[in-house]
């Protein structure tokens, strides 16, 4: 297996998720990065779930 088919097939489920679902990990994953220099990163959870709330409205 080449590395660009192993690429696509990482990248097979967020290519094919709804916006929705595609949206949610984005602010996920920016939300994540923006935390990542915390030692301890506070409220992500809940910062995870006011997103997911957020885009389901």
């Known amino acids: 297996m080449s590395q660009s088919e192993t690429?696509?097939?990482v990248q097979e489920p967020i290519?094919?998720?709804p916006p929705e679902?595609?949206?949610i990990m984005e602010r996920v994953l920016?939300?994540?990065k923006d935390k990542l220099?915390?030692?301890i990163p506070r409220n992500i959870?809940?910062?995870i779930l006011r997103i997911?709330?957020?885009?389901?409205?």
């Open 21 to 23: 679902i595609r949206e």
């Open 52 to 57: 997911v709330k957020e885009v389901i409205r």
């Open 15 to 17: 290519t094919n998720a």
């Open 45 to 47: 959870n809940d910062d």
């Open 7 to 9: 690429l696509n097939k």
């Open 30 to 32: 920016k939300l994540e």
């Open 37 to 39: 220099y915390m030692k």
